[in-house]
């Protein structure tokens, strides 16, 4: 007889474990599936995110800002350190152990709150009046399961060019970019987001030459305008990234020790030579292997799995999370559905505001951001008011050697209710929670005008940007 569950979770992810484990305080009967194999080819709870993706990418850039900071920007605080080296095979191996333990922390997690953990890939067989049997392949090996509810939280994976499958020694994705023994003396990238912008600036800051190579006609279009402007100016003088957009990538050609790219820009064919090739083109859900046809899980064109607000899909108790879904493929989103749904299931009545989600690209400076843009306001014919303020102007950012960016809020021009907040410049990653908050509650420009912030704090950055939106800053 197969074990019975009230709960499968399909996926350890962001969102997979955290359905599992708030599931299982809430009462269920809960079992979690996750495939995922490390380096050392064992067992690794976490999935992308945990392994190859958000925590090893920001070790990563935090060992690469240091080195920076060594060699640049120490002597201004009067502090000589000479023959400063890099060892990336102790970066990479400090970024690893970081790795082990928060996926080691997972599996605590599950048994502390007896989550059942099966290694193996789990796909549907059948549906029947009392749920879902559930398969897991393991090692050619396989078992069943018995779900009454189902979570699929299988989350997404490299998008990959055609002409340049991935081979994680010449031609790289996440994974590949995280990995490296030693810094290429020439790097490319093709894509400038957020995997492509942050791996790209921490190999050029331990000495690669890097190229970046954008299909869209500008530079990070999905952020606000005057951000991306701020942005580029400092990654290219400043970082010295080479950033190209409006390239057309004609073909890849792939030699023993090198890649060359040929491809078209303003009309003209270039070609470059890389010692590596990052392709970061974005992500596609993750749904091969799942067996959806046998039980009709409906996806939609590209993949993803259909669901409504609620995260229900075509089928009765089964619910889909994460990047396997629509919404922005961001961990913090897929985590906050996970608790809906588990929640949900329990009779409770969560929420998920999909147009709160922050946005954060962690290279340096940061850029962070929520709500609607200038240009879709814009676009809309919105009426707003906008207010700005630099970093140069705040204390705390000058006495961190930081001066860079600004913050920058929009607010409706009647209700003065804030439509949006956009932050490049440091620790934007954190700094961007007040006006998750703000806009949470419905707040207007003037409630954070109206808020005491600390002095001196990064933070009043945000308190002059909202008192700019009424052109009445104290400090510039």
Same mark, same amino acid.
């Given at each position: 007889m197969p074990q019975a569950f009230d709960l499968v979770v399909i996926g350890a992810g962001p969102g997979g474990y955290v359905a599992a484990i708030r599931a299982a305080q809430?009462? $269920?009967?809960?079992?979690?599936?996750?495939?995922?194999?490390?380096?050392?080819?064992?067992?690794? &709870? +976490?999935?992308?995110?945990?392994?190859? *993706?958000?925590?090893?990418?920001?070790? =990563?850039?935090?060992?690469s800002e240091n080195y920076e900071r060594v060699q640049h920007k120490f002597a201004a605080h009067g502090i000589t350190v000479k023959d400063a080296s890099i060892d990336v095979p102790t970066m990479i191996a400090r970024k690893q152990k970081i790795v082990d333990q928060f996926t080691g922390g997972i599996a605590g997690l599950f048994r502390k709150n007896k989550v059942t953990s099966l290694h193996g890939t789990g796909a549907f067989?059948?549906?029947?009046?009392?749920?879902?049997?559930?398969?897991?392949?393991?090692?050619g090996k396989a078992e069943e399961i018995q779900a009454k509810h189902v979570i699929v939280a299988t989350g997404s994976v490299p998008r990959?060019?055609?002409?340049?499958? $991935?081979?994680?020694?010449?031609? &790289?994705? %996440?994974a590949g970019a995280l990995s490296l023994k030693q810094t290429p003396k020439r790097l490319g990238v093709i894509g400038a987001g957020v995997i492509g912008l942050e791996m790209g600036s921490v190999w050029r800051r331990l000495g690669a030459e890097v190229t970046v190579l954008e299909a869209l006609p500008? $530079?990070?279009?999905?952020?606000?305008?005057?951000?991306?402007?701020?942005? &580029?100016?400092?990654?290219?003088?400043?970082? *010295?990234?080479?950033?190209?957009?409006?390239?057309?990538?004609?073909s890849i050609e792939k030699g023993k020790k090198s890649v060359t790219v040929a491809y078209a820009v303003d009309g003209k064919d270039e070609r470059a030579e890389f010692d590596r090739?990052?392709?970061?083109? +974005?992500?596609?859900?993750?749904?091969?292997? =799942?067996?959806?046809?046998?039980? +009709?899980?409906?996806?939609?064109?590209?993949? $993803?799995?259909?669901?409504? +607000?609620?995260?229900?899909t075509s089928l009765a108790n089964v619910y889909a999370i994460g990047d396997v879904v629509r919404g922005p493929m961001l961990a913090h989103k897929a985590m906050e559905e996970a608790v809906a749904v588990a929640e949900r299931l329990a009779g409770q009545a969560p929420h998920v505001n999909l147009d709160n989600v922050p946005w954060v690209i962690y290279t340096s400076p940061e850029i962070a951001w929520v709500g609607r843009t200038e240009q879709s306001l814009r676009d809309a014919?919105?009426?707003?008011?906008? *207010?700005?303020?630099?970093?140069?102007? %705040?204390?705390?950012?000058?006495?961190?050697?930081?001066?860079?960016?600004?913050?920058?809020?929009l607010a409706d021009a009647d209700t003065d209710r804030i439509l949006g907040v956009h932050i490049i410049g440091p620790f934007a990653s954190e700094l961007i929670s007040e006006a998750v908050v703000a806009m949470e509650f419905g707040a207007s420009s003037e409630d954070i005008a109206r808020i005491v912030h600390a002095h001196p704090s990064l933070s009043e950055a945000m308190h002059e940007a909202a008192l700019a939106v009424d052109k009445r800053t104290l400090h510039i």
């Open positions: 809430l009462g $269920f009967k809960t079992a979690c599936i996750d495939n995922f194999k490390n380096a050392a080819g064992k067992p690794s &709870l +976490g999935g992308t995110c945990l392994n190859v *993706g958000c925590i090893p990418s920001k070790a =990563l850039l935090e060992s067989k059948a549906a029947a009046a009392e749920g879902y049997t559930i398969e897991v392949t393991t090692d990959a060019l055609p002409m340049a499958p $991935f081979d994680n020694e010449l031609i &790289l994705d %996440n500008g $530079f990070l279009q999905a952020a606000d305008e005057a951000v991306a402007k701020e942005a &580029l100016k400092i990654f290219t003088k400043e970082l *010295g990234l080479a950033i190209r957009t409006g390239v057309t990538v004609q090739l990052i392709v970061a083109v +974005g992500r596609v859900p993750n749904t091969q292997g =799942l067996n959806a046809d046998a039980v +009709g899980l409906k996806l939609d064109a590209r993949g $993803f799995i259909e669901v409504d +607000g609620d995260c229900r014919g919105v009426k707003y008011r906008a *207010g700005q303020f630099p970093f140069l102007a %705040n204390g705390r950012a000058r006495a961190l050697g930081e001066p860079a960016g600004f913050v920058k809020m």
